[in-house]
């Protein structure tokens, strides 16, 4: 536990950590560290390793998708009184799926589809979410009711390009 004394410790220890979680203060590769890579007429190839989420772009979409999920899905445990822990499990797998949804392809190529199923699945995700008993109908009033969500916006967003 953090005394008087340590008051000042606690705090230099926060900024920095603050300060490292920002990238501001980086590390410094040694002066005489190897370079290493090769290049040729066409392409360049560096030494370094490329990070995961750059390798597997729909684990990336998929774990934020879920990231939020769990977020939007204890706000709804908590406010419905049903369960932050249930709605968490709802919510990311039903986040999860949005993700995929948005980094999809296909789903690219046809954006308004894209749109009506991201609110399908996120009213279905809410509906679960919020009710216990008779999950099934309100699921599927609130899924429906997200697609016409989806809908109106998908619209919204993308003929007004067109013109």
Not at 50 to 65: C, N
Not at 90 to 100: D, F, K
């Amino acid at each position: 536990m953090l005394r008087n004394r340590g008051l000042k410790t606690g705090r230099v220890l926060a900024l920095l950590s603050v300060a490292t979680f920002m990238g501001v203060a980086e590390l410094q590769a040694p002066a005489q560290a190897q370079l290493s890579g090769s290049a040729s007429r066409s392409t360049v190839k560096s030494g370094t390793k490329s990070s995961y989420w750059k390798a597997h772009p729909k684990v990336k979409s998929a774990t934020v998708g879920a990231g939020v999920g769990v977020a939007a899905g204890a706000v709804t445990g908590l406010v419905t009184k049903k369960g932050v822990v249930r709605g968490s499990a709802i919510g990311a797998g039903t986040g999860a799926g949005v993700g995929l949804l948005q980094s999809s392809e296909t789903m690219k190529r046809h954006p308004i589809v894209k749109d009506v199923a991201q609110g399908t699945l996120a009213g279905a995700g809410l509906g679960l979410a919020a009710k216990k008993r008779g999950a099934a109908k309100t699921a599927t009033k609130t899924a429906a009711t997200g697609a016409a969500v989806g809908l109106g916006i998908g619209l919204f967003k993308n003929l007004g390009k067109e013109m």
